[in-house]
């Protein structure tokens, strides 16, 4: 499915036709979309854990992920086309460096300070896709989460989720580029409206009364 995503990826990029003089830019998240971090998830679940910041930012530092299948190859050929990559990710500020030898480790291209932009003061990736698109036209992006693309998908509920998804039918394929997740996502958060301190046991719960069955 990752190699599905990229190809078409490959395929609008070369349909697509500019719409302004300013230079072209593809926005993408790091995380689960060019970069594959389950070695932390099933260091995680051999330890009966779930996700930990403290275990998150141990794995980060050693920049030992490796690539989601697809992903190198298709920036490496957007770049070629003059297109400029812009990654938007929820890492901190204390995982910059780590983050980019990650990055260059694979040759990943603008895999420098100006073009990552790491989260300051809000988890919402709105902000700093506007401040992308002051100067250049963005003409995909890329992601794992529907918050990736948009800030309409921002803490919602999952009935707001669901239309705001029917709503954006035909950018997907097209302007938005989603590679699957078998790990996380804001999917879950929003069935237990994003309260990240519940327990395995109460999220189960809540899963059991949610999920459809027959």
């Given at each position: 499915?990752?190699?599905?995503?990229?190809?078409?990826?490959?395929?609008?990029?070369?349909?697509?036709?500019?719409?302004?003089?300013?230079?072209?830019?593809?926005?993408?998240?790091?995380?689960?979309?060019?970069?594959?971090?389950?070695?932390?998830?099933?260091?995680?679940?051999?330890?009966?854990?779930?996700?930990?910041?403290?275990?998150?930012?141990?794995?980060?530092?050693?920049?030992?992920a490796d690539t989601v299948p697809g992903s190198a190859s298709f920036l490496k050929y957007a770049s070629?086309?003059?297109?400029?990559?812009?990654?938007?990710?929820?890492?901190?500020?204390?995982?910059?460096?780590?983050?980019?030898?990650?990055?260059?480790?694979?040759?990943?291209?603008?895999?420098?300070?100006?073009?990552?932009?790491?989260?300051?003061?809000?988890?919402?990736?709105?902000?700093?896709?506007?401040?992308?698109?002051?100067?250049?036209?963005?003409?995909?992006?890329?992601?794992?989460?529907?918050?990736?693309?948009?800030?309409?998908?921002?803490?919602?509920?999952?009935?707001?989720?669901?239309?705001?998804?029917?709503?954006?039918?035909?950018?997907?394929?097209?302007?938005?580029?989603?590679?699957?997740?078998?790990?996380?996502?804001?999917?879950?958060?929003?069935?237990?409206?994003?309260?990240?301190?519940?327990?395995?046991?109460?999220?189960?719960?809540?899963?059991?009364?949610?999920?459809?069955?027959?």
């Open positions: 499915m990752c190699y599905q995503a990229y190809n078409i990826a490959k395929m609008r990029l070369d349909q697509y036709q500019s719409q302004s003089n300013l230079p072209k830019a593809i926005v993408t998240d790091i995380d689960e979309t060019v970069l594959d971090n389950s070695p932390n998830a099933v260091h995680q679940a051999l330890l009966g854990k779930e996700y930990e910041p403290q275990a998150w930012y141990e794995w980060s530092i050693q920049s030992n070629s086309k003059g297109v400029e990559i812009f990654y938007i990710t929820n890492r901190l500020e204390n995982e910059r460096q780590s983050t980019l030898s990650n990055l260059n480790k694979f040759g990943y291209p603008n895999a420098d300070d100006s073009h990552l932009l790491l989260k300051s003061t809000t988890s919402s990736k709105e902000v700093r896709r506007q401040q992308v698109a002051a100067s250049h036209e963005i003409i995909m992006l890329l992601g794992d989460n529907l918050a990736d693309f948009s800030s309409l998908f921002d803490k919602n509920n999952p009935t707001e989720r669901i239309a705001n998804t029917n709503n954006a039918v035909n950018d997907f394929g097209n302007r938005f580029i989603v590679i699957p997740n078998p790990v996380y996502g804001d999917w879950e958060g929003t069935l237990w409206n994003y309260n990240y301190k519940l327990t395995a046991a109460q999220k189960d719960s809540i899963y059991r009364t949610l999920f459809k069955t027959y």
